[in-house]
T-cell receptor, first 113, second 112 residues
């Protein structure tokens, strides 16, 4: 696996507060992704990055922003958390080249009250 | 958005039984991936398929990339208790910006 860590692993916050989740990888993979996982929906892409400072929106990007200032770190920010953003968030990475295999971190369980 | 239909949604296994699950779509895919997720952890890649008709094994797991490129299946032979978990298929399609699309998952439980 790609040596991916996520922090925090669990967080409880209140509606309207800002939240930042961190993904850190040690494999120098070019591509990084943020997904959310909800029952019955599988994994849905929020944002992704194809290099330092290069990011783009995914399927469910409203209410989220991301930043990637260095190869190893990809941050996901909820500017003003809402209860609908209660979910489990996963980071994934992929190397460049012809292979499309993504490797996942352990996840962050976020509860917005 | 793009949909992958994964079935069955859940199933019970008895130790020693063979298990089959599949994913279908109305779109053509270039890559199929199968993942397993244990409770409280992230998905772990089991098998990657890159070519239509390709049949790939990983221990007791066998997966195939459908000839039409619109489906894939995963078989688990002689299941054991640690096979319990959620299995996800994921496909890569140019129709969605060359990004992975995931099925909703198949939950494997142990028959008591």
């Amino acid at each position: 696996d790609a040596g991916i860590t996520q922090s925090p692993r669990h967080k409880v916050t209140e509606t309207g507060t800002p939240v930042t989740l961190r993904c850190h990888q040690t494999e120098n993979h070019r591509y990084m992704y943020w997904y959310r996982q909800d029952p019955g929906h599988g994994l849905r892409l929020i944002h992704y990055s194809y290099g330092v400072k290069d990011t783009d929106k995914g399927e469910v990007s409203d209410g989220y922003s991301v930043s990637r200032s260095k190869t190893e770190d990809f941050l996901l920010t909820l500017e003003s958390a809402t209860s609908s953003q209660t979910s489990v968030y996963f980071c994934a990475t992929r190397t460049s080249g012809g292979y499309n295999e993504q490797f996942f971190g352990p996840g962050t369980r976020l509860t917005v009250l | 958005g793009q949909q992958l239909n994964q079935s069955p949604q859940s199933m019970f296994i008895q130790e020693g039984e063979d298990v089959s699950m599949n994913c279908t779509s109305s779109s053509i895919f270039n890559t199929w991936l199968w993942y397993k997720q244990d409770p409280g952890e992230g998905p772990v890649l089991l098998i990657a398929l890159y070519k239509a008709g390709e049949l790939t094994s990983n221990g007791r797991l066998t997966a195939q990339f459908g000839i039409t490129r619109k489906d894939s299946f995963l078989n688990i032979s002689a299941s054991i208790p640690s096979d319990v978990g959620i299995y996800f298929c994921a496909g890569l399609t140019m129709e969605y910006g060359n990004k992975l699309v995931f099925g909703a998952g198949t939950i494997l439980r142990v028959k008591s």
